[in-house]
């Protein structure tokens, strides 16, 4: 019996050795797609074994260089080839950098959706401009908790410059993960409730394998400001007003839209709305009673004739000085309704997005020209920031108590910036991982690493095409925004391929063709002798002619001038 029982011992104790040695740990993955180093186009997918969620589809507006370039969308070919792991899009709220992308990505991956009321409200209403992609569109409420394949996502009321703003707390089968969406902690909102802290600290009692945080302001030491701040600031401006007052903001901050709204009701003025964006959500937001103004404080641009100067309030977008926006129509005298005349008050309520700042620059200088007086975020309290500063990020990990931090929603500096934050707060230095787009962090209870990347970068949105503008069309556009077009239209013999006439040149934001003959004749000569050359020698293909004419006109052109535009030889056979 005894040796029975030694022996029994000695299995148990040599089993599970080699299970351990065999068996995977289960790890869970984080894979942020978007919203990493820029501002924008955010989206983060979160796999175990064979399940998927995906956390926000956003956009991101173009940088300089994109020329053309409407949008700029997340690459989604990792979705795309585990479309069967997805089990839904999860959105935090309903601002452009977390829903743009909606309609473009659900070409290719067309799963269910869930949101907050005005979230899906917001994401329907840029559906209707895409007919043919209808997905399945889930409503959600703050403390709803949404089973999803190995995944549960609970709904957490954040407060944000929007309402309707959620943090997500995904329970997977190793550990819970927190996602805060935009946040800041605001006392006193003025709309929507406070955010739902006691809630974020009974998951850090329970114990939190993961956070990953909005880092946009953790350069910026204390809080945020009130929302309500804002609104007393409004009072000041709208009671010494002595003409129009013109409100540019975020079509998507309804909390501001409200301000203006209550502030233009206790002096009795009416509203004018201005812009397509501000008039959608507008409408959205009132039918959904997210937005509380009375029908006749509303009025149209051709009411306003109407009206004196100091009974009038047009809310407009244009706050990032986009091009086609209605401030900017305004003080270009392009609107066709309205434009800035002297004696206004503009008030841009909004910061610059990093990178529209001299977009916004020359808006401001255009309204001063004008006659305006311009009020924005460096002269008075007039916005405040939808974004946690240094104090409320310490709050919210003190609170969560993560074993491993992911800074996430903001550029490198931010994210670092976010990552010593969470160092200082006892967070070990090896848990907190500071992620690439495209990078695999991969967790477990015991450690975690970052490794290899899958396919991940930028889509470019032009129009009606989605990724089918690259880096050669970018390459060429800026090639011809900057040295111009030089067409050569050659014709010969079909027969023998000999020169037929003298070639025709044209020449497009390169040189003033009346002002450059001596040029372009000696440019018409280089081409003829190509062409002779190519028939003397029997070279006559259309591929050889070409790429010839191409090189030595390049390089003569380039001599003279000390320019390259974009040559295209055009060769007509008769």
Not at 240 to 253: D, L, M, P, T
């Amino acid at each position: 019996m005894e040796k029975t029982k030694q022996n029994t011992q000695n299995t148990r104790k040599s089993g599970p050795r080699k299970q351990n040695n065999t068996t995977p740990v289960p790890s869970v993955k984080i894979i942020p797609l978007g919203g990493i180093g820029e501002i924008g186009k955010n989206m983060t997918v979160i796999e175990f074994g064979n399940d998927i969620i995906v956390i926000d589809a956003g956009m991101m507006f173009p940088r300089e260089e994109m020329l053309g370039v409407d949008y700029v969308i997340a690459d989604t070919t990792y979705l795309q080839k585990n479309l069967n792991k997805i089990k839904g899009i999860f959105f935090t709220h309903g601002h452009e950098d977390h829903i743009g992308g909606v309609p473009y990505i659900l070409r290719s991956v067309n799963v269910p959706l869930y949101g907050s009321g005005l979230t899906m409200a917001l994401i329907e209403a840029k559906l209707t401009e895409h007919p043919g992609v209808e997905p399945q569109i889930n409503v959600i409420k703050s403390g709803d908790k949404i089973k999803a394949g190995v995944f549960t996502v609970e709904f957490i009321n954040v407060s944000h410059s929007i309402d309707d703003a959620m943090g997500l707390a995904i329970t997977t089968p190793i550990g819970v993960l927190v996602h805060t969406g935009d946040f800041k902690i605001d006392l006193t909102p003025a709309c929507g409730e406070v955010m739902e802290l006691s809630r974020f600290a009974d998951l850090g009692k329970k114990g939190v394998l993961a956070l990953m945080s909005d880092s946009t302001n953790a350069e910026r030491s204390g809080f945020t400001m009130s929302e309500s701040q804002v609104g007393e600031t409004f009072v000041n401006y709208f009671r010494q007003a002595k003409g129009r007052i013109i409100v540019a903001s975020f079509a998507s901050n309804v909390h501001r839209i409200q301000q203006v709204i209550d502030v233009a009701k206790i002096f009795n003025k009416k509203i004018c709305l201005s812009g397509r964006s501000m008039l959608k959500i507008v409408g959205v937001t009132r039918e959904l009673g997210y937005l509380n103004v009375d029908d006749e404080m509303l009025v149209g641009f051709d009411e306003l004739k109407k009206l004196r100067d100091n009974q009038v309030v047009i809310l407009t977008t244009g706050s990032q000085g986009e091009t086609m926006s209605g401030l900017v129509r305004m003080a270009t005298g392009q609107h066709p309704k309205l434009s800035i005349k002297e004696g206004d008050l503009v008030i841009i309520s909004a910061s610059p997005i990093p990178g529209n700042e001299r977009y916004v620059s020359d808006v401001i200088n255009m309204l001063y020209r004008k006659g305006a007086s311009v009020i924005n975020d460096a002269v008075d309290m007039v916005h405040v920031s939808g974004h946690a500063c240094e104090e409320e990020l310490k709050l919210m990990l003190s609170l969560v108590k993560p074993k491993y931090f992911i800074p996430v929603h903001g550029e490198y500096r931010h994210l670092y910036k976010h990552a010593a934050l969470a160092e200082k707060m006892g967070i070990k230095k090896k848990n907190i991982f500071i992620p690439e787009i495209g990078s695999v962090i991969e967790l477990n209870r015991k450690m975690g690493v970052q490794k290899e990347t899958v396919a991940s970068g930028s889509v470019l949105i032009d129009g009606l095409g989605v990724g089918d503008v690259g880096n050669v069309v970018l390459r060429d556009r800026k090639q011809l925004s900057s040295d111009g077009l030089f067409i050569v239209v050659v014709t010969t013999s079909a027969e023998t391929g000999e020169l037929l006439s003298a070639p025709d040149i044209v020449s497009r934001g390169f040189v003033y063709m009346k002002e450059s003959e001596d040029l372009l004749d000696h440019a018409k000569d280089l081409v003829i002798n190509i062409v002779d050359s190519c028939f003397k020698s029997g070279s006559s293909d259309w591929s050889t002619l070409k790429g010839l004419i191409k090189k030595e006109l390049s390089n003569y052109l380039y001599d003279m001038t000390q320019r390259s535009p974009m040559i295209l030889p055009i060769i007509i056979e008769v």
